[in-house]
């Protein structure tokens, strides 16, 4: 096996010691960190880890940005409106610097890892004096110094991908984790950035893995959602002497875990191995997130999905007749390059037949790089605009067709939340196949399992009634 794979051991001892170094300086100071996350739960990982040295480095968190000394946002690029709304952020942050020369201001995240973008932001903004890319978290604290002494930095190295473990995090959920089983992509969607972003498709030994679970599990988590691009495809390189399924099989009897999730899961490599172990571990949730992006087999062509709109159905019906509650959620794009008003019509039929639990709805957005901005048959705007409000009328109603099955349906849910507004208090959490219910209760169930049934299904959300705590 390579042993560049992983970032040695000694680099890991170097960082913490000028973490703890900083510390003796910092923490003196009583001084506050606010890091802003946009994007999917792949940042939202990473800014725990960025959130975790901050935590060793002597900062502690602020409440918002405008009371914090060390303000980072961590950047998404899969669609286009984030820059403008980036260069916003940024923009209002210079007043606060100018009143306070000591405040840091600092950008990362896939959006550093674009072609030129990390200098044209150095330049345009002499306000921001950190910018850093997804790989190289590592360094955080050599690269915090190298700030803290005065320099303005941009870190982007894209082959810099070996996985580092052992990484500080800081977790602010007590009830569920994100765990990374992988990071990068290799699969080239035509459309999407990912990939030149996150870098190579790379797994993480399952021992690491599942000892990071035992110790989440007993810091009380007891819901788990393993992480990657594209899930179905761990191990395949040959790395970890594990496929996704084993690593199912693996991780499942973590003492003290009650749920695991997954996401994303990749059509073309979801086997029949892997629905078997949906189907027979206890724990691993029914609920499975298979985004579908088209109906149409031409434009899945061309989006380079590597399967068909049969194979995908087939797909569903198996892991139906597997595992008859289970639910579905997906991700579709409108107005890719070349869709025609047929293929949109291919893709509402798929909506029509499948019937998901819920839909992610894009508008293609072309993204600089890729082989779909290249297309020339580019769907006008106002085409997309049409056919994302056409395809989401559609899955509001086949929402509320999906809601009314669950009137009368009892089950153990996790609640996540609560709402005081009104004259009681209205839990709401989630059953293992992912639907959402809202119940009266008392805030202190937070963060536990009581069995709810539900009772009513209103437009976007089920009511229920607490059967037992
Ligand atoms: N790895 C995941 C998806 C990550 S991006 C997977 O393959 O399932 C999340 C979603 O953003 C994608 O599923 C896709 O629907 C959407 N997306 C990606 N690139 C896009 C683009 N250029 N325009 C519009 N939507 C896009
Ligand atoms: Fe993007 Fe496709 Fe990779 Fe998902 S699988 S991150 S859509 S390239
Ligand atoms: Fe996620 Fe956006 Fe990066 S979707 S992987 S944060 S480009």
């Not at 903004?125 to 978290?137: A, E, K, Q, R, Y």
């Not at 110094?145 to 982007?156: F, H, K, Q």
């Amino acid at each position: 096996m390579r042993t560049d794979r992983f970032v040695s051991e000694t680099e890991l001892i170097k960082q913490r010691a000028i973490a703890s170094d900083l510390a003796l300086e910092i923490r003196p100071r009583g001084l506050r960190f606010f890091v802003e996350t946009f994007g999917c739960q792949m940042n939202v990982r990473d800014s725990e880890t960025v959130k975790g040295w901050l935590a060793e480095i002597g900062y502690t968190e602020a409440e918002n940005k405008e009371s914090a000394d060390f303000i980072l946002f961590n950047t998404c690029c899969v669609r286009d409106h984030a820059e403008k709304r980036l260069m916003g952020n940024i923009g209002a942050l210079k007043d606060r610097k100018d009143a306070d020369p000591g405040v840091i201001i600092g950008i990362c995240g896939c959006m550093m890892q674009q072609e030129g973008m990390a200098k044209k932001l150095l330049k345009r903004f002499p306000h921001v004096s950190m910018i850093f890319g997804t790989n190289v978290l590592y360094r955080f604290p050599e690269m915090l110094r190298d700030v803290l002494n005065g320099e303005r930095i941009a870190v982007t190295d894209r082959a810099d991908d070996a996985i580092a473990e052992g990484l500080p995090k800081l977790r602010d959920n007590q009830r569920s984790a994100f765990v990374n089983i992988m990071y990068g992509c290799d699969n080239y969607c035509s459309y999407c950035i990912v990939p030149y972003v996150r870098g190579h498709e790379r797994s993480r030994k399952p021992e690491d893995i599942r000892s990071e679970m035992v110790a989440l599990a007993e810091n009380g988590i007891t819901e788990i959602t393993l992480l990657g691009q594209n899930v179905n495809s761990y191990g395949n390189d040959g790395s970890t002497g594990m496929h996704f399924a084993q690593l199912l099989r693996y991780v499942s009897d973590v003492p003290g875990l009650k749920r695991i999730r997954f996401m994303s899961s990749h059509p073309k490599d979801l086997n029949e191995d892997v629905m078997q172990a949906i189907a027979s571990l206890p724990n691993v949730c029914h609920h499975v997130h298979l985004p579908v992006q088209s109906g149409n087999d031409e434009i899945l062509r061309r989006m380079n999905r590597k399967y068909t709109r049969e194979h995908y159905c087939s797909i569903i019906s198996r892991l139906r007749e597997l595992v008859p509650d289970i639910e579905f959620t997906t991700d579709i794009i409108v107005g890719f390059p070349g869709e025609t008003d047929e293929a949109f019509r291919d893709t509402m039929s798929l909506v029509e037949e499948i019937g998901y639990a819920a839909a992610f709805t894009f508008a293609y957005s072309p993204r600089q790089g890729t082989v779909a901005a290249r297309m020339e048959d580019q769907v006008p705007e106002s085409v997309k605009k049409e056919r994302l409000k056409a395809l989401n009328e559609l899955q509001t109603r086949k929402t509320v067709e999906n809601n009314e099955k669950y009137i009368g349906h009892t089950g153990e849910v996790l609640v996540e939340g609560f709402d005081e507004r009104g004259e009681e208090t209205m839990l709401y959490g989630k059953y293992q196949n992912f639907k959402m219910v809202y119940f009266p209760g008392c805030r202190e169930l937070l963060n536990r399992y009581v069995t709810v049934k539900v009772t009513q299904s209103n437009k976007n959300s089920l009511l229920g009634e607490m059967i037992d705590a």
